[in-house]
């Protein structure tokens, strides 16, 4: 059982806009910074969104991130169907003392 | 570029000790932190621990009793024991980069940018 909450699936069609939610607790989300990664099919994560709301270089201004209070969205417009995979919020966990992940969400383009 | 690339034995039997390598090429391993992350089949992330290049680190507690991480800044590596394994240690196990300030007061935490491309380890006899 993840730490962090997420929806097990997410699906949208080309050109739609879905949101994919993360949920946490004071000692996580509400006191630190949220990460997202994407997860392509046979592949390692990569790093999506930084600091709530920060791109890396290279990522689409298509993926946006959000936080309030002990919850984050990830925003994902104009969908392709190079966008489905799996996508995973993470966040530091004061309690811990590491990161945590949530479960996952599989993102399917019809 | 960073790049980073896990090596180890892919099959390990229960009750022996689980041994990786991530090697660090194209950028040093000094001022940065390093974790080991897994994924189980099927199944979502989980952060095993972290080690400083200075060679301090931080274990998950539901693994820690188990868990060593070293580093060695001559060859720029950093490795994995996990000990007294058991079929549920079966994963694909990453390595990855993270990028994190620590103060006196707090952890700045901006997540893991550069990631191996991951190692099956299959736990049986």
């Known amino acids: 059982q993840s730490v962090l909450t997420q929806p097990p699936s997410a699906s949208g069609t080309p050109g739609q806009r879905v949101t994919i939610s993360c949920s946490g607790s004071?000692?996580?989300?509400?006191?630190?910074?949220v990460n997202w990664y994407q997860q392509l099919p046979g592949t390692a994560p990569k790093l999506l969104i930084y600091?709530?709301?920060q791109r890396p270089s290279g990522v689409p201004d298509r993926f946006s991130g959000s936080k309030s209070g002990t919850s984050a969205s990830l925003a994902i417009s104009g969908l392709q169907s190079e966008d489905e995979a799996d996508y995973y919020c993470?966040?530091?966990?004061?309690?811990?003392?590491?990161?945590?992940f949530g479960g996952g969400t599989k993102l399917t383009v019809l | 570029q960073v790049q980073l690339q896990e090596s180890g034995p892919g099959l390990v039997k229960p009750s022996e000790t689980l041994s990786l390598t991530c090697t660090v090429s194209?950028?040093?391993?000094?001022?940065?932190?390093w974790s080991w992350i897994r994924q189980p089949p099927g199944k979502g992330l989980e952060w095993i621990g972290y080690i400083y290049y200075s060679g301090s680190t931080n274990y998950n507690p539901s693994l820690k009793s188990r868990v060593t991480i070293s580093v060695d800044t001559s060859k720029n590596q950093f490795s994995l024991k996990l000990s007294s394994v058991t079929a549920a240690d079966t994963a694909v196990y990453y390595c990855?980069?993270?990028?994190?300030?620590?103060?006196?007061?707090?952890?700045?935490?901006?997540?893991?940018?550069?990631w191996g491309q991951g190692t099956t380890v299959t736990v049986s006899s």
């Open positions: 194209g950028g040093s391993i000094s001022s940065y932190y």
């Open positions: 600091r709530n709301n």
């Open positions: 993470a966040a530091w966990d004061d309690s811990l003392n590491g990161p945590v």
């Open positions: 004071s000692s996580n989300i509400g006191s630190n910074t």
């Open positions: 990855a980069r993270d990028m994190m300030v620590v103060t006196p007061s707090h952890y700045y935490y901006y997540g893991m940018d550069v």
